[in-house]
Structures are given as structure tokens and as C-alpha cells.
């Protein structure tokens, strides 16, 4: 059992990343998908989109910061500016996740929810290369940095 619960405690060392991603981007998911189906309750199926999209990029960058890419900046400009990434990465998505909706309910008349499931996984896969490569990118370590107060 002991030899059971180190393996699984190595895998999740070597993946925790990904793994985090992974749980955190299901979270993300479930917090679009519910806040989409409320606001569907009042609102078109684009409103709602843009209303669930703003509440799950908050959520997601809480989660992504903290437990996922464990990012720590110096100083509050950095924090801004990788916010600022953040939601300009998004705005990618969120404009790529309006266009495969537009063309897949407007055009093909795919049932709405179906589509934005399968655009939620087009999405969640972007953000994750999107936020690796340039929002969360580990910095070189710098010396002279040490023992500053991190955000």
C-alpha cells in the first residue's frame, strides 16, 4: 500500500502541473457551463456566453496563479501586466469559442449546449498553451531578487 501511495505521489511531483491544470480547468469548465445555463435562463445564448466567459477567467486566474504555474511577481506593475496577459488570453479564446458557437448553432443548427461543451475543450487546451508559453513562463532566476516580497 505504502509502495502504491509513493508511486502515486511521484507521478503527481513529476505532473503536477498538467495534473492542476487538468482539475482546476474541470472546475473552470463546470463554473462556465453553470453560470451559461443560469444566464441562458434570462439571456440569448451570446450574452450568456460573455457573462459566464467573465466569471470563469476570474476563477480561472485565481486558480492557474495560486495552484497551478505558482507564479510569484515583485511587484504590483508585474501583477498588472500579467493579469493583463491573462485576460488578453482569453479574449483570444473567448473570440475563438463566439466563432465556433456563431457557426455551429447560427449555421448548422447544433444544439447550443452540445457546442459549447465541445468548444470548452478547444478552449481549455488553447489557455493552457497560451498560459505555459507566455502568461506564466518561468523567469530566469535572478539573485539580486531574492528576499524581495512576491505578490
Known amino acids: 500500500m ?26 473552470s469548465f463546470i463554473v462556465s457551463m453553470v453560470s451559461y445555463y443560469l444566464c441562458r435562463l434570462c439571456f440569448d445564448y451570446l450574452v450568456s456566453n ?26 504590483k506593475a508585474k501583477l498588472v501586466k500579467e493579469f493583463t496577459l491573462f485576460v488578453g488570453g482569453r479574449i483570444f479564446t473567448l473570440v475563438l469559442e463566439t ?9 448548422m443548427k447544433i444544439n447550443d449546449m452540445m457546442v459549447k461543451v465541445i468548444a470548452q475543450a478547444i478552449v481549455i487546451l488553447t489557455n493552457y498553451i497560451v498560459s505555459k508559453l507566455i502568461i506564466f513562463k518561468k523567469q530566469k532566476s ?6 524581495r516580497e512576491t505578490l
Open 2 to 27: 505504502k509502495e502504491a501511495y509513493r508511486t502515486c505521489k511521484n507521478l503527481y511531483i513529476k505532473y503536477k502541473e498538467v495534473i492542476n491544470y487538468l482539475f482546476f480547468g474541470v472546475l
Open 50 to 75: 460573455l457573462i459566464s466567459w467573465i466569471i470563469a477567467v476570474v476563477f480561472a486566474y485565481v486558480t492557474n496563479k495560486l495552484f497551478v504555474f505558482e507564479s510569484k511577481v515583485e511587484t
Open 99 to 107: 466563432l465556433i458557437l456563431c457557426v455551429m448553432v447560427d449555421m
Open 142 to 147: 535572478n539573485k539580486r531578487s531574492k528576499g
